[in-house]
């Protein structure tokens, strides 16, 4: 066992968490930061944000982690599509009905 590892079930053992099911074999410290990228990235954390912390020099190094998050990706597209459709006539805007608060006789 690694080093890396041992420490990691280390930590884990004095934190409670059970690693008997994590089958990891061997653990190299660049495993746990490409794992500290992926979880930005699929927590919606910039590449900016992701180079900085992983301390990449150039944006290049840490464009593999955009793959990983398409959801602001989808969004973006979604929110472009509407605004050009709007823009075209084509979407029918919302009719916001105001809702009347009732009063409590309580």
Do not use: F
């Not at 602001?72 to 075209?88: E, N």
């Amino acid at each position: 066992m690694s080093e890396v590892l041992a420490r990691v079930r280390e930590v884990a053992a004095e934190m409670k968490i059970d690693t008997a099911g994590a089958r990891l074999q061997d653990l190299r410290i660049h495993d746990m930061r490409r794992t500290l990228g992926s979880w930005q990235a699929a927590t919606g954390a910039s590449l900016v944000v992701i180079g900085k912390s992983l301390g990449h020099k150039d944006l290049a190094s840490t464009a593999i982690y955009s793959r990983l998050n398409l959801d602001p990706v989808c969004d973006s597209m979604q929110t472009a599509t509407r605004a050009m459709l709007a823009a075209g006539g084509l979407l029918q805007k919302a009719e916001v009905i105001p809702i009347k608060k009732s009063v409590n006789n309580a």
